[in-house]
């Protein structure tokens, strides 16, 4: 038996940190949602007790340190599984991008084993087993919007964000998300955004209000030690985009567009300067 799932790729669309923990990790408030950029999982029973995975991509490892592995290996030491598993992914999504692709894949595998194997684990388990794997997976066990707290596993859904255009751009750079928050000094932080402000805006369906209120703390981190993200950022606005911000830890630049008549001077006027650049919309 085969079954498939889709992996999107997630944005922040707010990204704030209130203080460093005991144990290392990011006290955060995020506002997270998906937008229709996905890889595409196949999985397929095996009677020996093997993970084996392919990718057409090639810069992405296939062994323990893919994150699609070590959700196959959780769930089957969990539910003692003795059947194999066999998992190509087809990635769609940018590596080392800010945009959860690796998360995505981890999250839509422990979906996908929970139905190849009718393993009848809740949507609520699915994240817990998720957050073992990484800060990101709960958030995309169940995708669509969410406002994100502790290290990002405590989730309360909201509604959808006014629907619009999503113009991804991906510098040719690979960003490491614990070296940006490890040089974040959470203490020192001037300029938080007002997570009230982005939810209000999207309840209200102030789309404009939206754009005026993204803020990523991350931001600041980042551009500093990669100046063409920074450069994304201004040539994103001078193209017209309506609200721009880095995604997660970056290096991924994205920018809200209402009107579609906009979309593609800001799409060809990015693959000036990167060949990694998407146009996609919400997923609501
Ligand atoms: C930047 C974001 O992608 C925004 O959505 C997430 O906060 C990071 O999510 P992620 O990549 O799934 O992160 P993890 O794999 O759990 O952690 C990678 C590293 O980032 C740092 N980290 C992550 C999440 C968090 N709340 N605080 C942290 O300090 C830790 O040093 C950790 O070792
Ligand atoms: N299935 C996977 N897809 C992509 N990368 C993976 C996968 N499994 C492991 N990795 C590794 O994880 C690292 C981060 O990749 P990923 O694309 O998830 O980053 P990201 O988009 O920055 O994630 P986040 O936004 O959650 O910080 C890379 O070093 C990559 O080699």
Not at 54 to 60: F, K, M, R, V
Not at 134 to 146: K, L, N, Y
Not at 184 to 204: F, G, M, Q, Y
Not at 237 to 255: I, K, N, Q, Y
Request: net charge neutral.
């Amino acid at each position: 038996m085969k079954v498939f799932e889709k992996a999107p790729a997630k944005i922040n669309l707010s990204l704030d940190v209130l203080y460093k923990r005991a144990d290392g990790f990011h006290e955060v408030e995020m506002v997270m949602t998906m937008v229709d950029l996905a890889d595409r999982i196949e999985m397929q029973e095996l009677p020996r007790d093997t993970i084996i995975i392919s990718s057409q991509a090639g810069y992405i490892p296939l062994d323990e340190k893919n994150l699609a592995f070590q959700a196959a290996r959780l769930i089957k030491e969990r539910y003692e599984v003795r059947q194999g598993v066999y998992i190509h992914l087809d990635k769609k999504i940018p590596v080392s991008a800010g945009l959860a692709g690796g998360s995505s894949d981890a999250a839509a595998t422990l979906r996908g084993l929970n139905k190849l194997w009718k393993l009848g684990i809740g949507t609520e388990e699915l994240q817990r087993l998720g957050a073992e794997l990484g800060s990101d997976v709960p958030f995309c066990v169940t995708g669509g919007t969410a406002l994100a707290r502790g290290r990002g596993e405590k989730l309360e859904p909201i509604e959808s964000p006014p629907q619009c255009w999503v113009v991804l751009a991906k510098p040719p750079i690979n960003v490491s998300t614990s070296e940006i928050y490890g040089k974040l000094k959470a203490s020192e932080i001037k300029n938080h955004p007002s997570t009230a402000c982005v939810l209000d805006a999207i309840r209200e369906k102030r789309f404009d209000e939206l754009c005026a209120r993204l803020g990523n703390v991350l931001e600041e981190v980042t551009l500093d030690l990669y100046p063409e993200v920074k450069q994304l950022k201004e040539v994103m606005v001078r193209l017209g985009a309506d609200g721009v911000l880095m995604s997660g830890s970056g290096p991924t630049v994205f920018g809200l567009v209402s009107k579609e008549a906009k979309v593609p001077r800001i799409y060809n006027g990015l693959r000036g300067f990167c060949k990694d650049v998407y146009a996609v919309r919400l997923l609501t």
